[in-house]
């Protein structure tokens, strides 16, 4: 293989890299939108609680479902989200708490949990 050959593949390989850097840093883009939403979907329950208690009137599970449901529909997005970054980069999930770590880790940032194996991974 001659130098140019050499420099054409490190090019492309950096042009891959670029590019699942963008696409993962645009999901986890999307992922803090879509958690902002959850905390607002939670607040709006808080406030429904409040008010009906305030009221006196018994909160039904129908004043507050659709609420409930959105939050679910986000969470399943949010993780959908974090499958997709761990197939695009250099990452583990911790079986122990499921947070997403680097490949090298040797420990969970979250939890403490060590890596003493690649069995302690989520793939």
Avoid at 74 to 92: F, P, V
């Amino acid at each position: 293989m001659s130098f140019f050959d050499k420099f054409k593949a490190g090019v492309s390989e950096a042009g891959n890299k670029a590019k699942s850097v963008v696409e993962i840093n645009r999901l986890k883009l999307q992922n803090n939108g879509k958690q902002n939403e959850i905390d607002k979907q939670y607040q709006a329950m808080g406030r429904l609680l409040f008010e009906t208690t305030l009221q006196g009137v018994p909160l039904e599970k129908a004043d507050y479902a659709v609420h409930m449901e959105r939050v679910l529909v986000l969470q399943s997005e949010i993780d959908a989200n974090l499958q997709q970054i761990a197939e695009l980069g250099d990452a583990k999930q911790c079986r122990n708490c499921g947070t997403t770590v680097d490949s090298d880790a040797r420990f969970c940032p979250n939890c403490g949990a060590t890596f003493d194996s690649a069995a302690q991974f989520r793939e």
